[in-house]
């Protein structure tokens, strides 16, 4: 296995707006991500940059940007699109996405998230975390994964994903973490297929996968990090990095 890390950023947030270069603690936002990203020391890491400011902000950190079509319209895409431009020979195997709005990220959730990739069968891995209360369960910004560990089992097949708090009954829930390490060729079978319909049902991009038969498995993580989409999560990002400074 030979992993790339990329991490796609845009500046047209619609609920934020710029928020790959907005400050916390003195860097942008993309930077803290980059850096959690070479924490990991899984493999190279480059930023797949929608605008020139943006890859103008990782350069000037000492990372590598790739500028890719703000037209794309996924981050999938822009991964792809950043890897044939920066790996154009296939070097690398496996692709790990990495979303430019987690600057919470313990750099280790890198490391899990390629477990399920020993499996042969898998075409993609990704998170969950235990979801803790009832709340966090019906909250539709948080994504359900269905999936069940077996006794002492690190992995278990993603089965559905939903906004709706699923499985029905008495047992555990999982939070999905927007954290996956795609085979390159499943990525490239992937942005290749038309949006299908449960995920403009949805409005998740991973239910392509699964209604083309694609085997999504998932590791736990203890706890799910959060996303920055509006002012309020970047106050708390901004607040928690302060307290606590850098996660491993």
């Known amino acids: 296995m030979n992993p790339i890390v990329v991490i796609p950023a845009r500046m047209a947030a619609t609920r934020l707006p710029g928020k790959p270069l907005a400050d916390i603690a003195g860097r942008p936002m993309i930077v803290h991500v980059l850096d959690r990203a070479q924490q990991a020391g899984i493999g190279p890491v480059v930023v797949a940059c929608g605008d020139p400011i943006i890859a103008e902000a990782v350069t000037a950190a000492g990372g590598r ?9 996924s981050g999938s895409d822009r991964a792809r699109a950043a890897l044939d431009r920066c790996d154009p020979d296939g070097a690398h195997d496996v692709v790990v996405n990495l979303q430019g709005d987690l600057p919470l ?3 280790g959730y890198l490391r899990t998230v390629l477990l399920p990739l020993d499996d042969p069968a898998c075409d993609l891995a990704t998170l969950v975390a235990p979801i803790a209360d009832a709340a966090e369960a019906a909250a539709e910004q948080v994504v359900k994964a269905a999936c069940a560990f ?5 992995v278990a097949p993603a089965l559905y994903f939903s906004r709706l708090p699923i499985p029905w009954g008495d047992g555990p829930r999982w939070h999905h973490v927007g954290l996956y390490a795609w085979r390159r060729t499943s990525l490239a079978r992937f942005v290749a297929l038309a949006p299908s319909a449960l995920e403009r049902r949805e409005k998740l991009e991973q239910l392509r996968a699964l209604e083309a038969g694609m085997r999504i498995l998932c590791a736990r993580v203890p706890a799910a990090p959060f996303g920055v989409d509006t002012p309020e999560d970047l106050a708390r990002a901004r607040t928690a990095l302060a307290a606590c400074g850098e996660p491993t």
């Open 65 to 73: 940007a790739v500028l890719t079509d703000p037209a794309l319209p």
């Open 105 to 107: 990220l313990p750099p």
């Open 150 to 154: 077996p006794p002492g089992a690190a």
